[in-house]
């Protein structure tokens, strides 16, 4: 049983949920985001409230289930206040900076690397923290790990980027036996 997907959905003052068939639009002051739902699952307006519901009792729907209630939910959190992930550079000499379309990062490679930003998400950049903010909760999070894919942290030194407050794991480095 999905006791998350049993779990009302609260709708915010200000946010519109418009449900056409296995289509669900949410409109807010972010911005609007829609969803086709699996056809197992059908969601209802009850007041200010959205209950998803499964056809079966079957393990497969009732995962679906959970599924799409979250889903649901991180559209109405993501168009009411927005989700955001914050991405530390660490290193002598590594730095970004937000140029037009394009950030651009020194990571200590011979050029510097050009990473495109997406017209729906925002990156901003102060002094060593790059800010990926956006209204989709996965594009948030898929631009913030193609960030930190272009220099993930290393165990040795600890260079690179990180995720702000994320623990990397140090190892010793080479030592000098006596034989």
Known sequence: MSRIGRKPIEIPSGITVDISGKLVTVKGPKGSLSYTMPAEISVEQVGNKLICKRAKNIRFQCALHGLVRSLINNMITGVNSGFAKQLEIQGV???????????????????????????????????????????????????????????????????????????????????????
Not at 115 to 132: R, T
Not at 157 to 179: F, H, L, N, P
Request: proline share 7%; charged share 30%; no cysteine.
């Open 93 to 179: 000499g590594y730095r970004a900076k937000t140029e037009g379309k394009n950030l651009v990062m020194s990571l200590g490679f011979s050029h510097p690397v050009e990473h495109p930003i997406p017209s729906d998400i925002n990156i901003s950049v102060d002094k060593n923290i790059i800010a990926v903010t956006g209204i989709d909760k996965q594009r948030v999070g898929q631009e913030a790990a193609n960030i930190r894919g272009y220099y993930p942290p290393e165990p040795y030194k600890g260079k690179g980027i990180r995720y702000v407050g994320e623990q990397v794991r140090r190892k010793a480095g080479k030592t000098v036996g006596k034989k």
